[in-house]
């Protein structure tokens, strides 16, 4: 071999080695490009769901004041507002909790005369351009009643939420729904403060309607939330260690997206250095509303994470190219302990995930499933037994009169008595596949798939309750605290109304409180009217 051709062989040595070295140092960047932006990703999941948990958590607040209004058929402003500072403790984002009752055109002048007595100068009012002034006549108003805290929220008391035409339209879905429902981002400018924020209205009822009817005959009115959108954001992030992130807060639940919130900066340039890392996150639907958060890495955040080794490797691989497996051994080295701490990452995200899941699903007071809980349950079992053509039972209970036994013993014991009623139920039902839930207020329901006869297992529940010889000195039906029970069981098929069946059982619990309370009532299909089972005969 020539001279020449060895000069040739050295100068496409030398090419295929830098090269190489240009192409490990590439591949590196690459691979430490996506190691950061998958930690990017997981740093906003995590904010994410500090998110998600705090809504939950101000949801949760507002279900357990329409827990007092649905206890008491009168609720003064102090028990309001002491049961409404506990929260506010606890909950800075909440800029105010309020009372807003139904109050049909024939009422209101005793109305506003009644809360005169407490509040001089009381008057339901509307707002116009030129400021507040006296509601103008219609059928019904949902004026502001009880305000916490008092001190900076004054002037909206009195204000008729339904003048508002969208308030209106959300307040009329709720009460279709039965469900707490939330306004777009609105100004927060009526209750002096320069944030924007979110309204949520949950409302109750006079007794248990079950119908759309009889829920838009029988509206007691609404517990409302008014909610500071930069506090809670703020509180969430704060939950979480990281930082140099930026979001966008967004509610896209119609076509015209809302921009609810945003702590990017003003000098754009620092941000679009970093699309590459954008990041859209849909969180949990709540309330009626989907929001969004858009998220940005800061180059400080990148430059944090972004190591010197791929640079290293592509300037020293050029000069000493017999060194190359080295480096190739260090990169697989690395990449392995990348992919380790990102895979240990992944899985203590989704323990978190599991765990916020399952405070979701769990009733706060009581320690069982909830509402929601029992929910997804019923769906999940309902299409099972379809698939399976197998059987259903439903069991619904409620505690003979609660309401005295709150006024009898105070709340405090009622919450004892709730707590000990569950734990009982728990306890009489053995198999894995039963669901005991609380369904609200005094109600609980249990689900029992694959079962036909659910008439032992309702009248072991009724028993045991009784059993525990919890005095209750009010009641009309027994010296100690009893249940009512009723008892619906269905082998469904695709034609089966799955709310009809929900509908049957508690069609069954009212006969058995009808027919005296302490007692078991199953629901008869042939009759279409519940049957007596089983009476208050242990």
Known sequence: MNFLSKYILLIAACFVGIGFSAYMGLSLYEKESKVIEQDFRNDVDDKAAALEREILLNIEVLYAIKGLFDSSSEVTSQEFSRIARSFLVRHHDIQALEWVPKVISEQRESFEAAQRREIPGFEIIESEVEGMISASQRESYFPVSYVAPFIGNEQILGYDLASNEERLWIMERATDLDKPLSTSGVSLSSYQSKQRGFIIFLPTYHGEPSTLFKRREQLRGFVVGVYRIDDMFGSAIKRTSVQGLYFSLEDNTYETVSK?????????????????????????????????????????????????????????????????ALYIYALMRRSALIEREVKQRTHDLNEAKQKLEALSQTDSLTKIPNRRCFDESLQAC?????????????????????????????HLAGDQCLREVASALNQTLNRKTDLVARYGGEEFVVLLPHTRDCIS??????????????????????????????????????????????????????????????????????????????????
């Not at 299409?383 to 006024?407: T, V």
């Not at 010889?469 to 695709?494: Q, R």
Request: glycine share 6%; aromatic share 10%.
């Open 457 to 538: 297992p309702a009248k072991r529940c009724q028993i045991n309750i009784e059993q525990l010889a919890l005095p209750h000195e009010s009641s009309p039906t027994s010296e100690y605290v009893t249940v009512s029970v009723g008892v619906t069981s269905i082998c469904p098929d695709k034609c089966s109304d799955m709310q009809a069946f929900t509908a049957e059982a508690d069609r069954a619990l009212y006969q058995a409180k009808k027919s005296g309370r302490n007692r078991v009532h199953v629901f008869d299909h042939e009759r279409t009217e519940p049957a007596v089972a089983v009476v208050n005969q242990v």
């Open 382 to 410: 309902w299409q099972h037994a379809i698939r399976e053509k197998s059987s259903i039972g439903l069991i619904m209970i409620d505690i003979d009169h609660f309401k005295l036994y709150n006024d009898t013993y105070g």
């Open 260 to 324: 609810l919130y945003s702590n990017f900066p003003e000098d754009g340039p620092s941000v679009l250095s970093q699309t590459a890392f954008i990041y859209k996150k849909s969180l949990t639907a709540f309330s009626g509303r989907q929001w969004s958060i858009t998220a940005v890495p800061s180059a400080g955040y990148v430059a944090e994470r972004r190591g010197r080794l791929p640079y290293i490797i592509a300037i020293l691989g050029s000069l000493l190219v017999l060194l190359g």
